[in-house]
């Protein structure tokens, strides 16, 4: 059995609140924390990536599955090399319009992640001249499209959708920023506050990354037929969309995504329409494992 604490209270060890994403890419992340070695080593909660990040800026935990730009905007730590990446076509971050992309001029967003509103935001600039105004709402493509110009899905809600059989303008956003950099594109890393003691966590957490990788087949059956996708999708995505490991060319796409973020001007950031009261709403939608 793992054992890992952060602190003690008067002597007594204080095991860590760990805050992980609900979307299918976490799975292989958690999978010993959930049911492996790990299992005891936390506890373990989760959440919408904007949420996770509020929890740990805020102290509701000691770590999570934080979005970049959050990590970057509130001087998180990170605690491993694992992360959630992709070097191409990612599938699980979709963009959708019946319009031609130049003519973008509004956005509706689910708020569950601000990393991605950015990365949208940064696409539709450099790559169209585009630089619409952002909304948060639900993620239901067809209300999304009847308000805005143009909508993001990420995560479960993306997956859930057939982009070429939808009719509609689409782009994947990972395959959209490897066109324009040549790099990987980091959406998510585990991430704690400077302060915190974390001492013992990143081995329950690449303890926890080795038993589910070891553990696919059983995450592909299980999550298949939890979340409604076939086990062909699921699989494909895990073994093809999904990079879990930060290595050098990983590096490089996040600080080029973190430059070009930070590059946007006050009108243009993606928090100018995805306030922490729409991060509030996209967490009490997500149903908990």
């Not at 602190?7 to 959930?34: D, E, H």
């Not at 070429?164 to 066109?179: H, K, N, R």
């Not at 998510?188 to 990354?209: K, M």
Request: charged letters at 25%.
């Amino acid at each position: 059995m793992v054992h890992s604490y952060l602190s003690t209270n008067g002597g007594t060890p204080q095991k860590p609140k760990i805050c992980a994403v609900s979307y299918l890419n976490t799975a292989p992340l958690v999978w010993g924390l959930l049911h492996g070695p790990q299992k005891d080593a936390a506890d373990l909660e989760f959440a919408v990536p904007s949420e996770c990040a509020r929890r740990v800026v805020e102290g509701g935990a000691d770590l999570g599955i934080v979005p970049v730009i959050e990590m970057d905007r509130h001087g998180l730590t990170p605690v491993s090399s694992l992360c959630i990446a992709c070097r191409g076509a990612v599938r699980s971050i979709l963009l959708f319009t019946r319009k031609r992309w130049e003519e973008i001029e509004t956005l509706a967003a689910d708020a569950g992640s601000r990393t991605s509103v950015e990365l949208a935001r940064i696409v539709l600039r450099e790559r169209f001249g585009a630089s619409p105004r952002v909304a948060a709402m639900p993620p239901d493509l067809n209300r999304m499209l009847a308000a805005a110009d143009a909508a993001l899905l990420i995560g479960d809600a993306a997956l859930a959708v057939e982009p070429e059989t939808s009719g509609l303008e689409w782009l994947d956003l990972g395959q959209a920023w490897f066109d324009l950099t040549g790099l990987p594109m980091v959406f998510a890393v585990w991430a704690g506050r400077r302060t915190a003691a974390l001492d013992g966590v990143e081995a329950v957490l690449e303890g926890s990354f080795s038993y589910g990788w070891a553990s696919l087949d059983a995450i592909i059956r299980s999550e298949a037929e939890s979340r409604g996708f076939s086990r062909e999708l699921v699989a494909g995505y895990f073994e093809r969309n999904v990079v879990y490991r930060m290595g050098a060319a990983e590096r490089a796409g996040l600080e080029a995504y973190l430059a070009a973020a930070r590059g946007l001007d006050g009108a243009e950031r993606a928090g100018r329409g995805i306030s922490d009261d729409d991060a509030e709403r996209s967490r009490r939608a997500v149903p908990q494992r």
